[in-house]
Structures are given as C-alpha cells and as structure tokens.
C-alpha cells in the first residue's frame, strides 16, 4: 500500500489500462497539458496517435467516442466538467445509451466517460452539476462515483474494461484527497457497494463527494455513542441494492447523502428502493441529504449553504434516532 | 452527349451494379410506401425516393470494412452498402427476424458486420459518429473510409462544423456527403440554410465539390475522389450532392398536414430529371440492351416480393424480449 491522492489513482489506472490493452485510446481537451493531472504524461508514453488533445467541441467528441468504440476501439472520451457532458448530450443520451438497443445487440460500445462533477471550489453554476441523476435516467449508461483514491483506481479499470458506456465522476473538489492505494494491480467490479462502517443503529448511504463528510459524521455520531452502518454504493448504475436493503433490514433507518439537487436525484431513488423492498423493517421516515433544487453560487458562504456537510448529516441522523421524529 | 462521355471512363458492370441497386432500393421503397398507406407498418417512415444515384453512386465504392452511417431517411444507404433487403423489411415491420430484431425499425437499421453503423433518429446525429469510425479507421491503418451521409437539414446543426474543424485538424479519412434534397424535413431549404452548403467546407481547408445528385455518374465520379483521397491519407472532402425527395418528409404526413409546402409542379419538373431513367439512358448509350435491363428490372421486384413474404412470415418479437440489449 502507497498513499495516492485521487487524481494520481486515477492517472495510474489510465496507464495501466493503456499499457495492457493497445485498443484504448483517449482523447478529450487539453489532455496533454491535463488540467486536472489525471491524464498526465500519457501523451508523452502512448504518443499523439492514442491520446489526442481534441478542440472544444463536445457534440463531435462524444460522437466519435461512439463511431470509435462501434468500430473497434475502447475510448476514454475526457469531457473535464461534468457541465460540459450537457454540450455533448446528444450522442450520450441519444448514442451511447441506445445504439446496442437499438440495433437488437449487434454491437458493444466500451467507451469511459470522465468527467468531475459537484461543487465547493466557487466554480459557478456552470461548473459545479452533479448530473448523475440525468445519466442514471437514460438506461443504457453505467454511472461510477468512486469515494476514495482506491476505489477511483480499481473503479476506473473496471469501467475501461467494461463493454458498456460507463460515466466515471470524480468529485471535484476531492482529486486532493489522500488515501491508501495497493501496489499491486487490482480492480473493483461495477456495482458493488462498499461498507465502510459497521453500526447497528442507522445506515447513512452517502454518494461520491458526500463520502468525506459521511465518515466525519460517523466518527462524531459514534462519539454519542450512535453506530452508523456506512455505505458508499460507489456505482450508481448499476446499483448494489442488495447491501443497501440488508443493511436498511438490521438498523430500520437510512439517510441518503447526495450532493445532487434533491428532486429526482440518487438518494429519492434510493429512498423509494428501501420502501418498496424494506417498508416493513423501517422505523423512521427515510431522511435524504442533499442541495436544495437551486443552481450552485459562486461565493464561498453560499456555496456552502447549500452542499451537505457533517454537521447537516448528524442533524438529520438526530431527527431519526431514539424515536425522537415521533414526538414532532 | 456529355454524359455518355463520362460514362465511358465507367466499366459497364459498374453502371449496371450500380442501376440494379438503385432499381433495388427505388422499388423497396414503393413497397414500403403502400405498405404504410396500407396500415401495415407499425411507425413511421421517410422514403428516399428520388435520391438513389447518392447511395449507390459513393458505396459503389466501399467494402465491408468501411464505415457508413446514415440518417432517418436510410434505406437506400442500408441497400447500397449490401443490407439484406428481407431483413430491413421485416425490421420495418417490426418482426423478429428484422436486422435488429425489431428493436430499431426504419430509422435505425443497422449491420455492422457490412460496416453499416446504422441510419439515425437524430438529425446529424450519424456525423460524430461517422468521425469516430473515421478515427479508428485511421489508427487501424488499412485504408478504410468513413461516410456521413446527412442532409441539408442536418448541414445546420453544429457538429457539421466541428466534424470540418476535427477531421481537417486530423487528416480523418472521413467523406461527408449532404444530400441537398431541398427540404429541412417541412421547411423548404430556402426559408432555413443561409449561403451555401459545399463552401462550408472551405474554411476548414477541406475540399469541397458540388454534384448533381441524380446524376450517378457525377456522384460516382466525386466519391471516387474523395474516398481516394482519404484512403490514401489526404484527408477530408465534403460532397454536397444536389437532388431533390420526390415523397413527403415522413409518408404520414399526408394524412395530417393541412398545409402544402411542396406544390406538385415542383415535383413533376424533378421527375424528370429522375436519377433511374437517366442512368437507365446512359446504360443505352453504352449499348446495353432494353431487354437486359427489363429483365434486371423482373429479377429486383422478384426480390422484393420474396422478401416481403420472408418478412410476412416472421413472428413478431417475444415481448419477454424488451428488456434485453441494454447492457452486455
């Protein structure tokens, strides 16, 4: 194990995958220079037919990351914001996600999507979506939000490897963010769910960027003697129902953290899942954590009156606990 | 006379291949057309009457290992490229056997083992594509082309620019071909498309030429170009070939459109200028027989009425089938 921060996880699974399989190829804006380090050096090792600086033109990029992979290649289209995937939507939404269907299976099309997403760096409203919720609605596209610097890699290599259109989104503001990686090579399958505390008490499912501010306010409510049962799902699409239903089965509460706008978003779906399946095992009303439905602002206050942070999920975890929500 | 000139630089088994296949797709498409009128097909279609010298004129001179991808109106291209024709029948029928099992209907069919990337709902939506399999077409290095074929509607969409920028950028052995047929689906191009559409070419450094689009030998001639040109390693053209849709923008129109927006003189003075008859002419010129071609003539609607009956015959998809596809 070597502590990694997530952005230099990330950029080691890309070369890894590079360097196992001649057919990946990468290409987005400014890959060369990498804005972000994610894509780093891979310009320099794979050369300028492989990794390709592209102009700023989503709507062609994600078409041709389509025409690409349809025709044999496996693309890591690079779209740097997860705002801009609203640029090259069409062939997403449109392409991506229905050309197997549509076609009665004919073809698979491995192609990575990358993308960070979410706010906290007073990037305005164009910069800070967490669009998840839009990508999980289309069908055909696989959605990851790795929480950790092991799980971006081992997600990543996965989804580069996957025959389907996967949307890899790396929380903004957490490319810092430190953690243990294996030296060895590894991969984590898509759609399984990480338990990353036991309790018995509550079960807080917290998504991608929420993951931080999840295991702080675990610590804290452990303090009070509260055992959280902690779960990054760390794909969205698809989604390790079973861990969340199991876990909602021994604890009888659950609060969804997402740094989505609240309507339609991960946690809602996630909240009607655990009633459907888990109504009679529930002993408080289900609590989502998440933006309220407004655009991101630029200043520091604002912006962090709306994200969820610790303090937002114990207070939610305290309306639930003890019967407390009963005497309201 | 001139055009028997040009024909003279045409080997006759190419004019006849190229006559058979747009008798071919001519004929489906009539069939089709009284199918729906018939209530006999489940969605709508847009016929390509009247435009047949494109297709057969520029995949006169591609392999399977090209790549075409097409538009809603993409029959003729699905013909053309070496589509079976019982399959697209029982795929606009919506029966089991179709090319994509009846998941994908008349603007979706697809063959990707005949490098037929499929016609496309979206308008433009086969231009990113196409740039991709140009990519991979490239990194595979063995001389492959790609083809968009997309109309004047589909020339106003952005990605057109930024396929012009990319592929110029790249040297991408991409031929985009616009079949100017005179429409924007119910707009005449007039009222929509400002200049003109081959000079879109020029700022981007890519060769531009203006065909007569019902001229086959004029669109044969500027695909030998072009495809030569990419698959030598010179990169883009766009061809804009000029025609005209003898048939609505979609057949049901004629059931729901109050208002006229193509007078029926317009449409005989295209008739007469219909590709089929003049390639029929230059084929006599050559000193092919009446004989030979009515016989050519038999054998296609011989075709066309086994596949109609292959087609009739297929079930209809299990409905336990609908979920399948989406994911590999």
Known sequence: MTKKRMIHAINEALFEEMERDEKVILFGEDVGISLFGDTKGLLKKFGPNRVRNTPISETVMTGMAVGAAAAGYRVVCHLMFGNFIYTGFDAIANQAAKLRYMTGGQITLPIVFMAVFGGGKSSAAQHSDSMHPQLMNLGGIKVVTPGSPYDAKGLLKSAVRDDNPVVFLQAGGRGGQNGEVPDEEYIIELGQAIELNNGDDITIVAIGSMVQPAIRATKELSEMNIKVDLIDPRSLVPLDKNKIFSSVRKTGKIIIVDEAKDMCSAASHIAALCVDECFEYLKAPIKRVTVPDVAMPYSPPLEKALIPNHEQIIKSAMSIINDSYKSK | ?328
């Open chain 2, 1 to 328: 006379m001139k055009k028997n000139q040009k024909a003279g630089n045409l080997p006759t088994d190419v004019l006849l291949s190229m006559y058979e296949q747009a008798l071919l797709i001519r004929n489906v498409e009539i069939q089709l057309g009284a199918d729906f009128k018939n209530g006999k097909l489940p969605g709508p279609v847009h016929l390509y009457i009247g435009q047949e010298a494109i297709a057969v004129g520029i995949c006169q001179h591609l392999s399977d290992s090209d790549w075409i991808a097409s538009t809603h109106r993409g029959h003729g291209h699905f013909i053309a490229k070496g589509g079976n024709i019982k399959k697209l029948l029982a795929e606009v029928y919506g029966r089991n056997d179709g090319i994509c099992h009846g998941f994908g209907g008349s603007m979706h069919v697809a063959d990707f083992s005949k490098g037929i990337i499929g016609a496309n709902g979206i308008v433009a939506g086969g231009i990113g594509i196409s740039a991709g399999a140009a990519l991979a077409a490239q990194l595979d290095n063995d001389g492959n082309v790609a083809i968009a074929f997309f109309g004047d509607g589909a020339a106003n969409q952005g990605v057109l620019c930024e396929a012009l920028n990319i592929s110029s950028l790249w040297k991408l052995p991409l031929i985009l071909v616009c079949e100017n047929n005179g429409f924007s689906e119910f707009s005449p191009s007039s009222t929509v498309t400002a200049g003109s559409i081959v000079d879109r070419a020029n700022p981007y450094k890519v060769p531009g030429i203006l065909v007569d689009g019902n001229d086959t030998i004029d669109v044969w001639q500027a695909g030998n170009i072009a495809i030569e040109r990419a698959r030598s390693g010179g990169g883009p053209t766009l061809i804009e070939a000029r025609t005209y849709r003898h048939r609505g923008h979609v057949e049901a129109e004629y059931s729901f459109l109050s208002e006229e927006y193509q007078s029926e003189s317009e449409v005989e003075k295209w008739k007469e200028r219909d590709p089929l008859p003049l390639l029929k002419q230059q084929l006599l010129n050559e000193g092919i027989s009446e004989n030979q071609l009515n016989e050519l003539s038999t054998a296609v609607l011989t075709d066309i009425k086994e596949a109609v009956d292959f087609a009739d015959k297929s079930p209809w998809p299990e409905k336990s089938q609908a979920t399948k596809f989406m994911f590999k």
